[in-house]
């Protein structure tokens, strides 16, 4: 409902500036029949019989294999059915197979082994019938379709390409200027590119699909000088760059527009962006209901019609390409705002600016990088990377720009329509200045020692800062996303040191990265070297960036600013890793902080009770606590960081064990970050 919500007025746009009442009429009869045809189309494949248990099956595959939480997944389209070793013609349904390390891709043949489990489900492609838990996924032919064989062979030559500068972050940007892939693009720079306005350029939209026909029309030379064979080549061009791009929703909505305007020169009746705009909407709704419900589309269609609502801004001005421009991107930002809000919780003010910057970098790496991979010019496609260099130069700074919520964007709004008036014009101007340089400006260090334990689902990151400038980090929690957005909103450039308790992943995969934004000097580190990939890349990031890296003993201090802190365990080698927990009291301002890892009832004995004012529960407040332990150490405040699980965490008898002692028990899921003065005890 969101999606229709938000994507169908932005297609009825279309109308509303043409002024004319019928096809607003249409783009609501069209939602109507698209929504009954998908219900249609989804109850007419779940109400289709699939075998039950072991099958072997032969099909063609329609959704390239996909990593995902449970192993690699692809979907197949059956074709034959193997029935008391005879093989039997079924047009099944789609079904979701479950195989990993699959080398094929969509429009290939396969023979499919496996167990099959009625689930109906729907993926990007459609609905799908069953999961197939596949012993074995045989490859019988590559694709035999024109299209696809053609497709394919261009997908597989970029992949080629790129993989020759594999671990370079600027190759797979490339390949999703390309093609839209950006699986090895490091999760880091994929959230660089969303926080500063830049991510649409590798969600491959009408800018690609431009290009691609330019390179298109050059390469069929003397077939292309004709108006009308050109049209043609440019439709079956279209066609084949759909392949290409596994058929992403933005490319479809480009794409469909490319068709109308192409389809109408061979017609002879011209096609202005409005109308393509709406058309494509109305047709690719009507076709496929269920790609209104998808984010990439809803945000290529908002885009599109800011951009085209914006041409005109600003183009008296000169010099008139970076007004024209500069008008472009602010629409379109503008369109989109309230999309970015509802999916994504901000919107990066600056995202214009970044726009601006980016936009002939990407255009230039797209270009070079393009010409290069298909033509093997090794030159050319440095050329290309090094331009993509700079699009993540250009992210990675603009991440660290405002972001606005729904109040920003609404105070926003108002200065604008303020703006407007003459007479308030200096207020305004004023007014926004001195809003924007509150939100560029770091905020200035606390007052006094303040322990924040920062929400970041279910997983652990607490944050020391002091009066001083003094930082100390324990801990990153699971999402490095997450990590890094709270570190920016606290204006946080350097960690004096960092702690990380032990190797599980809700405490260390989100320090992934940590030093592209931060200079850490300092870390301490459990002895659990080897046993866990998040744990050994993040030392191993952190150990490459020159931060001296320790393992601590019980009785190792360190005074940074206010904070005095020392280690008292792990006492031992324990046989759980919650056990091997570096276990840490904090001293500052009179008040005391325990962070406790994640050890359980073993170490808590062996440790003995240990009074402190602040307790990080351990363990998310897990029942791997001993209750008497909890009670002995007595905290005034007790904190729980923890998230959305499915493990009952906390638990119960944990937090009942607490309160009863006396101490006042707060939690991150219900309160988000939680600040605690240590000077107040």
């Known amino acids: 409902m969101l999606g229709v919500a938000l994507v169908v007025p932005a297609a009825a746009a ?11 009429v249409v783009v609501l009869l069209a939602g109507v029949l698209a929504g009954s045809l998908a219900a249609g189309r989804r109850a007419a494949v779940f109400e289709v019989p699939v075998p039950a248990g072991r099958a072997v099956f032969a099909g063609r595959v329609v959704e390239d294999p996909e990593p995902g939480a449970f192993g690699t997944s692809l979907v197949v389209r059956p074709t034959h059915l193997l029935v008391d070793g005879e093989w039997a013609a079924w047009r099944g349904p789609s079904l979701l197979v479950s195989a990993g390390g699959t080398d094929v891709a969509a429009g290939d043949r396969v023979l499919v082994e496996g167990t099959v489990r009625s689930d109906p489900g729907m993926r990007r492609t459609g609905p799908v019938a069953a999961i197939v838990a596949a012993e074995e996924v045989t490859l019988l032919g590559r694709a035999e379709d024109p299209l696809f064989a053609v497709g394919n062979a261009l997908r597989r030559r970029v992949l080629d390409g790129v993989a020759a500068y594999e671990g370079r972050p600027a190759s797979a940007l490339l390949s999703g200027f390309l093609i839209g892939d950006v699986r090895d693009l490091p999760p880091r720079d994929e959230e660089a590119l969303r926080r500063s306005g830049l991510s649409h350029y590798v969600a491959v ?11 298109w029309w050059l390469a069929s030379g003397p077939l292309g000088w004709d108006p009308r064979r050109r049209a043609l080549l440019g439709l079956l061009g279209l066609a084949i760059f759909l392949v290409v791009t596994r058929w992403e929703p933005s490319v479809v909505r480009a794409a469909a527009m490319a068709a109308l305007v192409l389809g109408g020169r061979l017609a002879g009746v011209p096609v202005d962006g409005w109308t393509a705009l709406g058309g494509a909407v109305m047709g690719l709704v009507l076709v496929s209901g269920n790609i209104i419900a998808d984010v990439g589309f809803q945000l290529s269609v908002a885009a599109t019609a800011g ?8 183009r008296e001005r000169r010099p008139r390409w970076v007004w024209t421009a500069l008008g472009a991107t602010v629409s379109a930002q503008a369109a989109v705002a309230l999309l970015l809000l509802a999916h994504f919780g901000s919107v990066p003010l600056f995202a214009p600016l970044t726009n601006l910057v980016a936009a002939p970098l990407v255009a230039g790496s797209t270009a070079l990088g393009g010409v290069g991979v298909i033509t093997g010019l090794k030159f050319v496609t440095g050329l290309g990377l090094l331009a ?4 993540l130069a250009v992210a990675r700074f603009g991440r660290s720009l405002p972001q606005l919520g729904w109040a920003g964007v609404l105070s926003t709004g108002g200065l604008i329509a303020v703006a407007q008036r003459p007479r308030l014009r200096p207020l ?3 007014v926004g200045t001195i809003w924007v340089l509150s939100l560029v400006l770091p905020p200035a ?3 006094g020692p303040e322990a924040t334990f920062l929400d970041v689902g279910q997983g652990d990151a607490m944050l020391l800062r002091g009066p001083s400038g003094e930082v100390v980090l324990v801990d990153g929690g699971p999402d490095a996303g997450v990590l890094a957005d709270a570190l920016e909103r606290r204006g946080i450039r350097h960690i004096d040191l960092l702690v990380i308790s032990h190797l599980h992943a809700d405490h260390c995969c989100g320090l992934i990265g940590l030093t592209e934004i931060v200079l850490v000097e300092r870390v301490w580190y459990a002895d659990d070297i080897g046993e866990s990939s998040c744990f050994d890349a993040a030392l191993d990031e952190l150990a490459r960036s020159g931060a001296v890296v320790e393992r601590p003993a019980p009785g190792w201090t360190a005074r940074l600013g206010v904070f005095d802190l020392r280690v008292l365990g792990p006492l031992r080698r324990y046989d759980s890793p919650n056990d091997r927990s570096i276990v840490v009291l904090v001293s500052a301002g009179g008040g005391t902080l ?4 994640d050890i359980e009832a073993i170490a808590q004995r062996e440790l003995g009770p240990l009074l402190c004012d602040v307790l990080k529960v351990p363990h998310q407040g897990a029942a791997t606590s001993d209750l008497g332990w909890l009670a002995a150490t007595a905290p005034e405040v007790a904190v729980v960081s923890v998230g959305p699980n499915d493990y009952g965490h906390p638990d119960p008898e944990v937090i009942e064990a607490l309160r009863t002692a006396g101490a006042e028990v707060r939690r991150t899921d219900e309160e988000g970050d939680i600040v ?3 000077d107040e005890y």
Request: hydrophobic letters at 60%; charged letters at 10%; one cysteine or more.
């Open 14 to 24: 279309a109308w509303w500036f043409r002024r004319c009442l019928m096809p607003g």
């Open 205 to 215: 939209s009408g800018s690609n699909v431009a290009l691609f026909l330019a390179a």
């Open 307 to 314: 951009v085209l609502a914006g041409a005109g801004l600003w």
């Open 388 to 391: 993509a260099d700079g699009v």
């Open 428 to 430: 305004a101007v004023l």
């Open 445 to 447: 260090p606390p007052g």
């Open 594 to 597: 325990l962070l406790s890892g």
């Open 676 to 678: 605690i003065r240590l």
